[in-house]
């Protein structure tokens, strides 16, 4: 009862004192007070206002804190109206405990040096908070129409939310806060929800945990778990959920320049790095690519760097490209009618970060029906140049492996191929694109380019190095084989032995290219009844055709007449007709004969004769074929005069 007597007649008695208090005479001395506290000036330069009870609230107009002697404003805060409410019985015992703040128009700048020292750090008060002796426990926080401004130091960033409004609640000062928030974070409209630590777990230097869910325009952020050092943002460790509809949208939000891709989805356990910060465990969706593993994010060089080792399921190459939103031509040029796009390759997406990245994939899409499996690959991305190594992967029932480079840095961007195909499945890719399911037959493949320009077009037409195809036997069905119209059909057939399809001994292609220009330097299809050669260019960079197609007879017999014939028009729209040199000089076979038999008989004899040989060996590797030729046949044993 003693103690219940002197508590009631100390507050008493303090009433009493406040309530004869002139608080514009104190104007100084609290100023003066706050000065040696903390070593910052306090500015009060508004009329003060004292509402006396039990737990008195003071009004002071316009505000102001002293920033630090390096900050780059002259005040960490200001506002321009503060209500605050104190319980007036724990001030006896040094505890301030403030049961309602509310800020009109407060404007609060958080900063750091080049060391990383934050502006709120009080100097010579040994801690970055003074103690809970000194720091004030909330039971509700109001704040309307404010801004709170953060500048790291280090890199120069800078990021701005004004408030609409701010609501912070803690039954004790050990209870968590409960908040909820709502404005405008760099130009997007923001809302906020969640729970924080409590005071005493921010002044006992301890794991300050958080539960938060925070939305941004279209983009979503849950985080879950602590920050060990908060002053310092050290020691992060939290559960994230985040997501959005595109991810130019996160770049307005971090201040960088990021592509227009989306919708994307990660989750995963966030730290933080001396440079940046770390993802464990994540799972991403960006679109219809989906894929998991670890990566670091490092924000200290020119760019954003990332490291990462990850695992798809589904990775789809369209997923990782800006949309052009439909467009149908490209710098005045309409895009149908060609193979080769005029567009510009998305080459910003690969300045805007630098990277190493280790991925497999078990399936990765480049278009609607290009499909890779068991992908694998090391991608390297440094100043806008991206290097493809070791690359392997199943294509079309094959392997591709190789590498490739693509560097944008320079005002004309390269490109650079080395790959490598095998057992490659033709038949198997035109069914797949809906082309026919009437072929059968693998080929190995070889491609050695490179090629300049910032579109597939532009690399077409500037395209060289060489490509080498060797096949070895298949199938095209018969009725294919008159798809061309009646009079290709009967060319056609003269390929074939009877009414059977197609059967195809073996293929080769050799094809040199210069300037975008395609030389059918040794092109050969083998088949039971003839060869067929093709010779010829192929203009890339034009997509026109200007072949020849000859077909040469295997036995003696009208077939050796088969007329050769022109391949020309477009790549997308080619035309095929008899040669007309080849018509007459298989005219002229004809005639002859009539008017010499023999003579005429001798020509196709030695046609045919001269395709007993292996073709495709001779055009492959030519000494290999002259060492064929020149041993004996199985035939020569029996040869024996008489």
Known sequence: MTLVAILVGASVTVYAVLTSLDFDDLRGV????????????????????????????????????????????????????????????????????????????????????????????????????G??????????????????????????????????????????????????????????????????GSRDELLSGERFPLDLMIEAGETSLKAKGSIGNLAAAEGVDLRVDFSGTRLSDLGALVGEELPSLGPYNLTGRLGDTKDGIEIHGFSLTLGASKMAGDATIAFTGDRPAITAKLKAETLDLNDFTESDGGAAEQEGEPESGRVFSNRPLPVTVLQALDAFVILSAEQARFDDKTMVSDLSLVLELEQ????????????????????????TAPADPSLGLDL?????????????????????????????????????????????????????????????????????????????????????????????????VAQADAVLIDTAAVTVSVSGEVNLGEESLDLKVTPQAKHTSLMSLAVPLRVGGTILEPSVGPDPLGTVLGAAKIAGMFINPLVAGAVIVLESEASDQNPCLAAIDPEAAAKQRAAPGDDDENITPK
């Open 131 to 196: 103690g809970p002796g000194t720091i004030p426990a909330f039971h509700r926080i109001d704040i309307r129409d404010g801004r709170a401004i953060y500048r790291d130091g280090r890199s120069g960033r800078e990021f701005l939310v004004s408030l609409r409004s701010l609501n912070a609640r803690a039954e004790t000062p050990a209870s968590p806060s409960h908040v909820s928030l709502e404005g405008v974070y760099n130009g997007i409209g923001l809302v906020a929800e969640g729970t924080l």
């Open 30 to 129: 609290i100023e003066a007070q706050a000065k040696a506290a903390t070593g910052r000036s306090l500015g009060i330069s508004g009329p003060m206002d004292l509402e006396v009870s039990l737990s008195p609230t003071l009004t002071i107009e316009n505000v102001t804190f002293g920033n630090a002697e390096w900050g780059t404003w002259p005040e960490l805060f200001s506002a321009r109206r503060l209500e605050v409410e104190v319980e007036l019985l724990p001030l006896l015992s040094g505890v301030i405990l403030v049961r309602r703040l509310v800020a009109v128009e407060p404007v609060v700048l958080l900063e750091t040096n080049a060391q990383g020292q934050g502006n709120w750090v009080i100097e010579g008060s040994g801690t970055d908070t």
């Open 384 to 407: 806008g140049r991206l290097d493809v190594l070791d690359l392997e992967a199943g294509y079309s029932g094959g392997t591709l492996s190789g590498k490739i480079a693509f560097d």
């Open 420 to 516: 490598r195909v095998t057992g490659f499945d033709y038949g198997h890719f035109l069914q797949g694109r809906d082309i026919t399911d009437g072929v059968v037959g693998k080929l190995d493949a070889e491609a050695k380019l490179s090629a300049l320009g910032d579109s597939v077009r532009a690399w077409a037409g500037s395209l060289k190095g060489r490509v080498e195809i060797t096949g070895g036997e298949g199938r095209v069905r018969s009725d294919l084989l008159g798809a061309g119209g009646a009079g290709l059909a009967d060319v056609f057939s003269a390929w074939r032995e009877g009414e059977d399809d197609l059967k195809l001994n073996c293929v080769v292609m050799r094809l040199p290219i210069e300037g975008g």
